[in-house]
């Protein structure tokens, strides 16, 4: 079982959607705004969380998830709300763990599932099926007992290989073996999903801001198709091209967002960018002077309003705009 190595074949079709995703990303790498689009990245995030939480029946809206996220008050079940908080704070985490680890992996259920699983962060100890939505079970899941050895094998497996297997087939095959597996009690599928965007982001920061499960939850029949039929096949190919293609597809629309992005922000809010360091403050007198302008009324109407608006820059004192000692910065 030490040497275990996942059964798949790489394909024609694998080889042609890396090289159609290697494309793409170029060109979003040749946008450098995009890291000017804080509002843009924002919401790709809570797409993902809303997404992947939707796939197991989370009932809330985008817009209740988003609000949940910025902390407003939203009615709903109790549990669902809390999935919400539980998967914002794993994804905000994606950059700080590693993702050839099975103690983070564990760390990041245990994060995802909080309040939620009696078990949270713990490999389960019973037998588990999974069961479609008549209650015909369609998957067996490996012994508890094997779950230890088949995981550390899975991840040995990703260290021995990670720089031969081309990330975006290794993180969809590992993705498969995971859901395989059924290491968890519950929140495998949240997390095989997670974890494949932990080990892309890691390969390129581009991942962090791609919404995959959104693209998977437009497909979610021919998801779980892909994973029952690998089930019967015994291998994970079907499965890896078809995420190939949620990749390569959800990568047309992000360009498209990005490009409508770059055309809306206005030529004195791109100018008023290039002039502030991230994450430092800054008074409109101090601003005013970067810039080199002097009127007042000038620099709110075109540059500072337009960039406030678009959530490009932010005010450190939001609740009291007009304070006197508000200051603006960028992410």
Not at 28 to 56: C, T
Not at 106 to 112: A, D, F, P, Q
Request: glycine letters at 4%; a negative charge; aromatic letters at 10%.
């Amino acid at each position: 079982m030490d040497n275990y190595v996942p059964p798949f074949t790489i394909t024609n079709i694998m080889l042609d959607r890396v090289s159609s995703i290697m494309k793409k990303i170029g060109k979003l790498d040749n946008y450098k705004d995009l890291n000017k689009m804080p509002v843009l990245r924002r919401n790709n995030r809570i797409k993902s969380i809303h997404s992947s939480l939707a796939i197991e029946a989370n009932s809330l809206s985008f817009n209740q998830v988003k609000d949940i996220i910025d902390g407003k008050i939203v009615i709903g079940p109790k549990r669902e709300i809390q999935e919400v908080q539980n998967a914002y704070n794993a994804y905000l985490k994606i950059q700080e763990v590693n993702p050839y680890s099975i103690k983070d992996l564990k760390k990041m259920h245990g994060i995802m599932t909080y309040l939620t699983v009696q078990d949270a962060g713990h490999f389960r100890d019973c037998n588990e099926g999974v069961f479609d939505s008549e209650g015909n079970c369609i998957h067996v899941c490996p012994p508890s007992d094997q779950v230890d050895c088949l995981m550390e094998s899975l991840f040995n497996w990703m260290k021995l290989e990670h720089e031969e297997i081309h990330p975006l087939i290794l993180s969809s095959i590992f993705h498969y073996e995971f859901v395989f597996i059924h290491p968890f009690s519950d929140g495998n599928g949240r997390i095989a999903r997670l974890w494949q965007n932990v080990i892309l982001s890691n390969w390129e920061d581009i991942f962090l801001y791609v919404p995959i499960e959104t693209q998977i939850k437009k497909y979610q029949e021919g998801y779980y198709d892909a994973i029952e039929n690998c089930n019967k096949k015994g291998e994970s190919t079907e499965f890896v091209e078809f995420m190939l293609k949620m990749i390569d597809d959800i990568l047309d629309e992000l360009i498209i967002s990005v490009n409508s992005q770059v055309n809306y922000i206005s030529a004195y809010v791109k100018k008023l960018l290039d002039v502030m360091e991230n994450n430092t403050h800054y008074t409109t007198t101090e601003l005013m002077e970067l810039l080199g302008m002097k009127s007042r009324g000038s620099f709110r109407e075109n540059y500072l309003i337009p960039a406030l608006d678009s959530g490009v820059v932010k005010m450190t004192l939001p609740n009291t705009p007009t304070s006197k000692n508000q200051a603006y910065y960028k992410e």
